[in-house]
Structure formats: C-alpha cells, structure tokens
C-alpha cells in the first residue's frame, strides 16, 4: 500500500520543543511515568502533546497490541495497554520510525490523555 506523506508547513504546522517542566502519567493511581526531558508536540489546532522518552516509563506496566494506525505527517504508529490501575488498553502510542519533520520524537511514547492523568509541572 503506498502511504501518503506530509511535510508540515504553515496550513499544518508542527513544532516540537522540550517541555519546560516536569511530566508525571498516572493512571489508578500508579505512577507509569516521570520526566524531565519530555517533548512538546504542537500540531496544528490540536492540544499539545507530550512525549515522553521510553527510558523514563515504567515499562513493565506497557504491553505491546497489534493496534497500528498512520499519520501523513508522522508515520506509522504502534500501541501499548497500561497493566496499571484498571488498565487501559491501546493507551499509549509510539513512532518507532517517525518521519524526518518530526525524528525528534523516535524513542518517546504519548498517551491518551482520557485515559490517563498527564500532569505537567510537578
């Protein structure tokens, strides 16, 4: 299947910066992760995301699904279920290989913020 890629410019713009504060992910209570060096992704109108480096998660709380979905503009994404708290299936998602406009963000996950608690500034 050949994949639609998108490059951002000023119709869909799409930065990315360190987040200047520290982020905690709850959820049910448990603390899943705790950083210093998240990322903030701006895209478009919708609400900052934040990314946080996988080394940071508690990973034995993740466990990989088959989900997939597609981005134009970053890639092919892959998910996670949350073990914690009352668990939380397909949660958390992962470019592995994001595209070049948006490299920086390899080797983070974000989450879905319904589903946990992302607190930023802690």
Known sequence: MTRTV?????????TIRPTS???TVRVGGAV???TDSALSL????????????????????????TTQTYCP???DAS????????GQPDAV??????YDAVADI?????????RVDVIVGT
């Open 21 to 23: 504060a520290r982020v």
């Open 93 to 98: 998602w992962s470019y592995r290989e994001p």
């Open 42 to 65: 701006a895209e478009a109108s919708y609400p900052v995301v934040q990314y946080i480096p996988l080394a940071d998660i508690d990973q034995a709380l993740l466990e990989r699904t």
């Open 32 to 34: 899943v992760a705790e």
């Open 106 to 114: 390899a080797g983070h996950v974000a989450f879905y913020t319904d």
């Open 79 to 86: 998910y996670y279920s949350l073990t914690a708290g009352t």
């Open 73 to 75: 503009y970053k890639g």
């Open 6 to 14: 998108k490059i951002p410019d000023a119709t869909h713009p799409i």
